[in-house]
């Protein structure tokens, strides 16, 4: 069965359409939620993406739009529905779609839309400050509105019962990290429950990217996640592709996927020290692998003239080309960096204190991790076949085809160990990058005028998912969606029965970002 | 007869407590309740400066001939006893002090009349175990001590106190009945018989009737002590009493019990054999081990001090363990430092747990509830009764420079020195209680910063707690008595030494003299002028470098985020790693519930938590037992069938059974 | 040289020296690092800062936080003194320096220490101050024990006498070789180093020591600070003078002596403080859940140390 006969066996009302390989139906705002659903519990769907959009000027009301993609078949449904502007309502897929949960919250703060009968209605982005009725993603709402100062109760859940007593970290740490807030529910210290509270700097990308041109959004999309900088510029870059229906030519295809694998050694090296070194406090690890990361980062500042990479991705291909020589000194980097921290790892992996501290801590079962529409390394570690580099692949990874890892035991032993296999087969892929890469352009015209398209790209952190309409030439709404956004909310069920002092090694086993998250 | 100051002192004292006894019941009014506890309180000062002249001067017996009138019953004062005497007066002196305010303050809770009357009759009853020199002066003293006890843990009339107080009187009375039994097979039968008849009557006993006789009386002397696991009622009962009496029970009756096994296990039986002293030794550990666990692991302020008391008794119970094995054993050195630490303990722990509980009942009396979850604070709001609590504390937690440690300390010692030159077997035997020992006082200090640190200081956990003010003088005053009387127990330790007969681990006869045990010197005033030293120069230090520091008030760091006193550690979670580290001692586990909000959403869930506390001697033990003789009661009710005629079948048959044994 | 004499220079010596400890076990762990360290002398200057500081003190707090600071102090001063670290012969040798006493002291530190910590009503002062107190209470017993063993060794309880017996003391008795092991573990535990705590950490959840003192600042803060680098320097130069008694100054000993004690001292303060740092940069941190296999393991060689030592004195 297609998912055009699902879909049509769902509600024989709807009439989808195929728009650049993703099937797109519209359904009133009463079907919404049991068709998410149906497509979910019965059919093996996954939530990528879910936003809403201001249409009052075009369509009286608010759009929404859920992405589902079947990972096994690779096919993407978007179901997208009205709202009218004067009852912006609907029954709540979070009711029965634990993964929407946080979009639908996302939706209510930013737009002022109201999924009825939510379990968890409380405010996600708006702190206590912001007044009621702000709803900064409107298009009446300008970017530099001054707003007032109001305190909005901002509840945290409390365990009931004698003797609990509530840890709050942040968002001012003791180390330099971004501002993040954690409660921890504790009798002792056995976590009970566990809750974030994050949005602390919100940066309004998604409002400074309206009304603009791509190549002026470029810089604000690449500075959405520092440490993503190649992965975030790609799936902004693919989405508007896509709207072009333009193909990029295989160099720059196979240029982009360097570097792509280049920030996911660089990060998963960096991650191998952190949770080693820091997580555990074997300075050992941390004290040499920054050291090899630093390498890597010190490469890229030399080739690409910056040390994050950025500016190089560019809707299109890619800014320049690069020579076959320095692509072959890059390889010899990485595979040197690859291997130093092999051994390193290695030696760390022979001390039983280090793995008796990474295993069994901050087990996620593979049934919360579809539940919570995981994606990333900590999908993988739980034992879920997920990863965009083969399911929505491009031309160059549809030619290099990279050896997915997984680990089933799902605690930050196997999220170690996921990174430390990806590090050796993303060495792989730059060697045989290095060895075959096509000669050609390396870019072509890229000008979309009209459409929408998600960008899908997996980045070292995780699957994004960049959500792109264009109206005559401009951006119209972009929603940059960051794997950390699926993954925060994994904290609350990863957490809850390890003690208090190892939930810093969990937290370093997902490694989310902050500022990815908070747009 | 002779009479002395001492004995006219000793004679006043009961008398005035008797007294005190009758006045109470004369009126319902506070002026009466005033006279009654200020009689109460002279008559135990003149008590206890009578016990202490006493153990300082001549220490030849007290008699009083002239109270020979109730079937030979004569009043002695023997120098152990005096110890116990001094003991029982000192602590009921502070008592009936603090009363005047107390019992006042909560005249709507308890009957005032009835509840002096039974404090003076239990304190009367105690004076005059100690001075029994017959088995039935004694048993008729122990039970009114029993009894009086019995009714001022149900004072209060509530619920719990009433089921506690029938678990108390359940085991209070299988122990008298016990030491009864026991007393009746070293005489014979006879319970008119002095001490000392009994004692020469019970060297001709055969060997098993002895260990018979000494079961009966462990058994019934370990259940008034608290020893596991006989102790259930003892954390039941004790925090139910009003507070003044809480301190009577843990700091004084249990001396009563130590006493009475002391008297009759190590004074009247003879000879008893190694393995006895060992299992002395080993009941005491098990005791201290499971009272400091679970008084580390307790969340209510009155019921840790209980637990504590099952701790101390246990130290106590094992030090007097040591004695006997060392005494049966040919090691008199071990043996002599054994007996003066118990001794020692016993004065020390008088002090301090009553000093704590009297404390307890002032923090109360300001909160209305004994739980320390909703405390903290404390020592901001009442610095001076905290002050108090902290010395107390401390001292319980036998630190140095307080007495509890030089008590340890000398035990310690005794055992290092014994360890040399033992055979393996004694060897084996003195390290188990060398490590369990340690075991158990390191858990009590846990314990006790527990209670001070999550009563006394952080912010208050409750409404009450922050409008908490410094109880009435009256209340305090005893307090700082009690904590001053712990201050002194370290700096004259060697005094207290002295006064208990234990002048040889004493060099010179100075008030501030060192203690000397195998060959170690420890010199405690010198220790606390020591530590004061290095206060001052703590201070100077600082003054040196710093001048007149300049201060600034800002709130407690909070991350960014406003704090509350939800936020701050509770007693359950500061003892969370030992409840976890020690789990299959103490059998209390964290039930946490959940509900999905949605019923279709099973990831968003509300949370509570509950406290699963099971006793392990309960369930495994006096409840099978209990259910046994239940079940056994409803198979010989079967018997009251209803008919005349059986009963009478049954009467005559009961008739020939006596007769043919009698035949 | 007279024992009063000797006792105030140790005295000095010790507390003049300590903050050098902390600072050289920084050092050269960030060497073993490949970074360049700050230097060893850092430690000085900024406890001179921060007794010239300001302090920020907590509304919520009582006077206990301000006691805790000087007894905390206090007791480092009675260790750094009592204890026989340059010479047997001081003043207390003999009367004051019992083991027994010492570990109640340590202990009347902690409870302090802890009392401090929660005083302020934060989480993390709760958080650290309940972790010290199960290490201090767990590790307890592994204290008394490992010191019996030298005790019933030497057949004094003071520790000068332990000492006293000089060079051919663990030749006489191997088996003093595993107390001495334990001893290490407590030092371990009750410094706040690796495996039980990370002192350099900057993750507050895992904290124990760091979370403890985080509320005290300035002068306090700095006094807190010094006691625990004279209890590190005190703990370190112990455990040489037991591994390597000959350098104390014997009593009545003459200049070159008093110089042998005083470099001895000084070397086996540096090589301790080396080594620490050497394990603190080659294991990881231990889970605090395994505290208790953890002081199970310390009490169990200790154990073994004390029965081994008087087994051959069973008759």
Same mark, same amino acid.
């Given at each position: 069965m297609t998912t055009m006969d699902i879909l049509r066996q769902l509600d024989a009302q709807v009439c989808p359409t195929i728009d650049a390989g993703m099937v797109v139906t519209d359904v009133p705002r009463e079907e919404f939620a049991r068709m998410g659903t149906t497509l979910v519990q019965e059919h093996g769907f996954r939530l990528m993406t879910l936003f809403a959009t201001d249409d009052r000027v075009v369509a009286q009301g608010f759009g929404l739009r859920a992405v589902l993609v079947h990972d096994a078949t690779h096919e993407q449904v978007m179901i997208r529905t009205l709202l009218p502007e004067q009852d912006p309502r609907y029954p709540a897929l979070t009711t029965t779609v634990m993964a929407a949960h946080w979009y639908e919250r996302y939706a209510m703060d930013m737009f002022g839309i109201v999924a009825e009968g939510h379990p968890d209605p409380r405010r996600l982005v708006h702190h206590e400050n912001v007044p009621e009725g702000t709803w900064p993603l409107r298009k009446d709402f300008a970017w530099n509105t001054k707003m007032a100062h109001d305190d909005v109760p901002y509840p945290m859940h409390h365990v009931a019962g004698e003797g609990i007593y509530e840890i709050p970290v942040g968002p001012i740490h003791a180390g330099i990290i971004e501002p993040g807030h954690f409660r921890f529910n504790v009798a002792g210290e056995r976590i009970i429950t566990l809750e974030g509270k994050l949005f602390f700097a919100h940066k309004g990308v998604e409002k400074l990217l309206e009304g603009r041109t791509l190549l002026e959004a470029l810089p604000y999309v690449e500075r959405i996640s520092g440490d993503m900088a190649v992965a975030h510029a790609l799936a902004f870059s693919q989405a508007a592709e896509a709207i072009a229906g333009v193909a990029v030519p295989q160099r720059a295809a196979w240029l982009r996927a360097l570097l792509l694998e280049l920030e996911r050694m660089t990060m998963h090296i960096h991650d191998l020290a952190n949770i080693g070194g820091n997580g555990t406090g074997y300075t050992m690890l941390v004290a040499h692998g920054f050291r090899i990361k630093e390498r890597l980062?010190?490469? #890229?500042?030399?080739?690409? /003239?910056? %040390? @994050?990479? %950025?500016?190089y991705v560019v809707p299109g291909g890619v800014r320049a080309d690069c020579s076959d020589t320095t692509i072959q000194e890059i390889a010899a980097i990485a595979r040197g960096a690859a291997e130093e921290m092999g051994v390193l790892v290695g030696t760390g992996l022979q001390s039983d204190a280090f793995r008796e501290r990474l295993e069994t801590t901050g087990v996620l079962p593979r049934v919360t991790a579809i539940a919570y529409g995981a994606v990333g390394v900590g999908a993988r570690a739980s034992g879920l076949d997920i990863d965009a580099r083969r399911d929505h692949s491009d031309s160059a990874y549809a030619i290099l085809t990279p050896a997915i890892v997984t680990e089933t035991a799902g605690d930050v032993y196997a999220r170690f160990m996921v990174r430390v296999r990806e590090l050796e087969v993303g060495a792989a892929l730059i060697a045989r990058i290095a060895r075959e890469i096509p000669d050609g352009a390396h870019m072509v015209p890229c000008a979309p005028v009209h459409g929408f398209h998600v960008g899908v790209v997996e980045s070292w952190r995780g699957e994004i998912a960049t959500a792109l309409i264009m109206r005559d030439g401009k951006i119209e709404r972009c929603f940059p969606r960051d794997p950390s956004f699926c993954n925060w909310a994994l904290f609350g069920e990863l957490g809850p029965g390890n003690i208090v002092p190892d939930f810093p090694l969990c937290n370093k086993s997902l490694n989310l970002s902050y500022s990815g998250t908070d747009l | 007869m002779q009479w002395s100051w001492t004995s006219i002192g000793i004679l006043v004292s009961i008398a005035g407590t008797l007294s005190a006894a009758l006045l109470a019941l004369c009126g319902r009014g506070l002026w009466t309740h005033r006279m009654v506890q200020v009689v109460l309180a002279m008559s135990t000062a003149t008590g206890a400066v009578a016990g202490v002249v006493f153990l300082f001067g001549n220490r030849v017996p007290v008699l009083f001939d002239a109270v020979d009138v109730l079937y030979g019953l004569r009043l002695v004062l023997h120098p152990l006893a005096a110890i116990f005497f001094v003991i029982v007066n000192g602590i009921a002196c502070a008592a009936a002090l603090y009363a005047i305010p107390y019992v006042a303050a909560h005249q709507r809770t308890y009957h005032v009349p009835m509840v002096n009357s039974a404090v003076a009759v239990f304190v009367f009853g105690m004076q005059t175990v100690l001075l029994a020199s017959n088995v039935i002066g004694f048993m008729f003293s122990w039970e009114l001590m029993s009894m009086a006890s019995f009714f001022l843990v149900m004072a209060d009339r509530d619920e719990a106190s009433v089921k506690a107080a029938m678990l108390y009187l359940v085991m209070t009375h299988l122990g008298a009945a016990a030491i009864l039994a026991g007393f009746s097979v070293l005489g014979g039968g006879n319970p008119l018989l002095d001490f000392s008849a009994l004692a020469t009557s019970a060297r001709s006993l055969s060997s098993p009737y002895i260990l018979l006789a000494f079961a009966l009386f462990f058994f019934g002397f370990g259940s008034k002590a608290g020893l596991v696991p006989l102790h259930v009622w003892l954390p039941e009962a004790h925090p139910q009493a009003p507070s003044h009496v809480s301190a009577l029970m843990s700091g004084v009756m249990l001396k009563i019990a130590v006493y009475g096994f002391i008297?009759?296990?190590?004074?009247?039986?003879?000879?008893l054999p190694p393995g006895i002293g060992m299992l002395v030794a080993g009941v005491g550990?098990?005791?201290?081990?499971?009272?400091?666990?679970? #008084?580390a692991a307790n969340r209510d302020i009155k019921q840790t001090l209980a637990w504590s008391s099952v701790e101390n008794l246990g130290l106590i119970f094992c030090m007097l363990g040591v004695h006997m094995f060392a005494a049966s054993r040919g090691m008199p050195e071990l043996a002599g430092t054994a007996a003066a630490a118990a001794l020692f303990h016993c004065v020390v722990h008088a002090i301090f747990k009553s000093g704590l509980f009297l404390t307890a009942g002032g923090i109360v009396h300001a909160m209305h509830t004994r739980s320390l979850e909703r405390m903290g604070g404390?020592?901001? %709001?009442?610095? *001076?009764?905290?002050?108090?609590?902290? *010395?107390?504390?401390? /001292?319980?937690?036998?630190?140095?420079? @307080?007495?509890?440690f030089f008590g340890e300390w000398m035990f310690l010692r005794g055992l290092i020195?014994?360890?040399?030159?033992?055979?393996?077997?004694?060897?084996?035997?003195?390290? #188990?209680?060398?490590?369990?020992f340690v075991f158990a006082s390191s858990m009590a200090i846990f314990a006790m910063v527990k209670l001070f640190a999550i009563a006394c200081v952080g912010q208050p956990r409750s409404a009450a707690a922050a409008h908490a003010q410094e109880p009435p003088r009256g209340l305090v005053y005893p307090v700082l008595l009690l904590a001053v009387g712990m201050i002194m127990s370290g700096v004259a330790a060697a005094t207290i030494l002295r006064a208990i007969g234990m002048e040889y681990l004493v060099r010179t006869d100075r008030v501030f003299a060192p203690i000397v045990v195998s060959g170690s010197v420890l010199q405690p005033a010198g220790l606390a002028g020591m530590v004061i030293l290095a206060l001052v120069l703590a201070f100077l230090f600082r003054r040196l470098w710093t001048g007149d520091p300049r201060e600034r008030t800002y709130p407690t760091w909070d991350c960014g985020q406003p704090i509350t006193a939800a936020m701050e550690y509770t007693a359950t979670a500061f003892s969370a790693p030992i409840r976890f580290f020690f789990r299959p001692i103490l059998q209390n586990r964290k039930i946490v519930t959940t509900a999905a909000v949605v019923a279709t959403n099973a990831y968003v869930r509300s949370h509570t938590m509950t406290f699963a506390s099971r006793s392990l001697w309960m369930e495994y033990l006096h409840l099978p037992i209990a259910r046994l003789i239940t079940w056994k009661s409803t198979q010989i009710r079967k018997l009251q069938n209803g008919t005349i005629q059986f009963y009478l079948i049954l009467i005559f048959l009961a008739l020939l059974v006596a007769l043919v044994i009698a035949v | 040289m007279s024992s009063l004499l000797i006792t105030v220079l140790q005295f000095l010596l010790v507390l003049g020296c300590a903050p050098f400890a902390t600072g050289m076990v920084r050092w050269v762990k960030a060497r073993m690092q490949g970074r360049a360290g700050a230097s060893p002398l850092l430690p000085y200057y900024t406890l001179a800062t921060l007794f010239r500081k300001e302090m920020v003190i907590s509304p919520v707090t009582s006077w206990v936080f301000r006691v805790s600071p000087f007894v905390v102090l206090a007791t480092a001063l009675v260790v750094s003194a009592v204890l026989p670290l340059l010479s047997g012969g001081g003043m207390f040798a003999g009367n004051g320096d019992d083991f027994l006493f010492f570990a109640g002291i340590l202990m009347l530190g902690s409870v302090f220490l802890v009392l401090g910590g929660l005083d302020p009503g934060s989480a993390f002062g709760g958080m650290g101050a309940s972790r010290e107190m199960t290490i201090a209470t767990l590790i307890e017993p592994a204290v008394m024990v490992t010191l019996t063993a030298f005790a019933a060794a030497s057949g004094t309880g003071s520790t000068s006498g332990m000492l006293a017996a000089g060079g051919g003391y663990l030749l006489a008795h191997p088996a003093l070789l595993l107390s001495v092991l334990a001893f290490v573990f407590v030092l371990l535990a009750e410094n706040a180093r690796y495996p039980v705590d990370n002192p350099a950490t900057h993750l507050e959840l895992t904290?124990?020591?760091?979370?403890? *003192?985080?509320?005290?600042?300035?002068?306090?803060?700095?006094?807190?600070?010094?006691?625990?680098?004279?209890?590190?320097?005190?703990?370190?130069i112990f455990l040489g003078n037991l591994l390597v008694p000959q350098t104390l100054l014997p009593v009545g000993g003459g200049a070159e002596s008093l110089v042998v004690a005083v470099l001895g001292m000084a070397a086996k303060l540096t090589i301790m403080m080396v080594l620490l740092a050497l394990l603190e940069s080659t294991i990881p941190k231990m889970r605090f859940y395994r505290m208790q296999e953890y002081s199970a393991m310390a009490f169990g060689i200790a154990l073994a140390g004390l029965v081994l030592t008087i087994l051959p004195n069973i008759v």
């Open positions: 980062m010190q490469c #890229a500042e030399a080739v690409f /003239g910056n %040390r @994050f990479w %950025r500016g | 008297l009759t296990a190590m004074m009247l039986l003879p000879g550990l098990v005791s201290a081990v499971a009272g400091s666990l679970a #008084a404390l020592a901001v %709001r009442m610095p *001076v009764l905290s002050g108090a609590f902290l *010395v107390l504390a401390l /001292g319980a937690s036998a630190l140095p420079p @307080f007495g509890a020195h014994a360890f040399v030159g033992a055979d393996a077997g004694t060897m084996a035997f003195l390290l #188990a209680v060398f490590s369990g | 904290m124990v020591h760091e979370a403890m *003192v985080l509320e005290y600042s300035g002068p306090y803060l700095a006094m807190l600070e010094f006691a625990s680098s004279i209890k590190l320097a005190v703990f370190a």
